[in-house]
């Protein structure tokens, strides 16, 4: 199994360029995150899908769209490059069964990270 | 204030001693808690969950202390192979929504 897969490992935009992150699992996970990490500061969540089809916002969702069509990806878009939107994004998935508590349930399972550079 | 708080570090540790390290949060009805460990330019993997009435796993040990809301790691007989950033974990929700903290730095030294 490869687990959780993110294309393109490294990518550099201009400024108002659009672009798209492709995370996929092949672990027959329910849930997918999209988070962005930045120096100094936690991992931040910017969308998740609880499962096919459905997508929901996270904590820093401007600028960033979503989409899950296929159970085992999740697709993050971005429209309009900005600078502030320079980070390293990872992907995740995890089981996350309602009802379900411990690290099967609960244990969130990440990609490589691909990492942007807006100019 | 950040919902989960930790001290950057770095806490440079020789190697085969020991190093603890907190982390606080603030959301009193958090539910679960956990450490990540991420290596540099690398992807955060479950180290452990912590319990309530705390945990080992080999040489990491793991307390919860929710009187004061605050876990800590203990790592003994520190290996070279332990120089890693550690994130503090809590989920918040029932659906499982983690909060991240921005991790603790270890540095093993020879």
């Known amino acids: 199994n490869a687990g959780v897969t993110q294309t393109p490992k490294f990518r550099v935009l201009k400024t108002g360029q659009s672009m798209t992150l492709l995370c996929a699992q092949d672990m027959n996970h329910e849930y997918m995150y999209w988070y962005r990490q930045d120096p100094g500061m936690g991992l931040r969540l910017i969308h998740y899908?609880?499962?096919?089809?459905?997508?929901a916002k996270g904590e820093v969702p401007d600028g960033y769209n979503v989409s899950r069509l296929k159970k085992q990806n999740f697709l993050l878009g971005l429209e309009s490059a900005a600078p502030s939107q320079t980070s390293v994004y990872f992907c995740?998935?995890?089981?996350?069964?309602?009802?379900?508590?411990?690290?099967?349930?609960?244990?969130?399972?990440f990609g490589p990270g691909t990492r942007l550079l807006v100019l | 204030r950040k919902e989960v708080e930790q001290d950057p570090g770095p806490f440079n540790v020789p190697e085969g001693a020991t190093v603890a390290f907190n982390c606080t949060y603030s959301n009193s009805a958090s539910q679960s808690f956990f450490w990540y460990r991420q290596d540099c330019r690398k992807e955060p993997k479950l180290l452990m969950s912590?319990?309530?009435s705390g945990n080992e796993d080999g040489r990491f040990t793991a307390q919860l202390n929710r009187a004061s809301q605050y876990i800590s790691l203990l790592i003994r007989d520190s290996k070279l192979s332990d120089s890693a950033t550690y994130l503090c974990v809590v989920k918040t929700d029932s659906w499982g929504k983690l909060q991240f903290g921005a991790g603790t730095q270890v540095v093993v030294t020879p």
């Open positions: 995740a998935s995890s089981y996350n069964l309602a009802g379900t508590s411990g690290p099967l349930g609960e244990t969130q399972y």
């Open positions: 912590v319990y309530s």
């Open positions: 899908s609880v499962g096919e089809g459905t997508t």
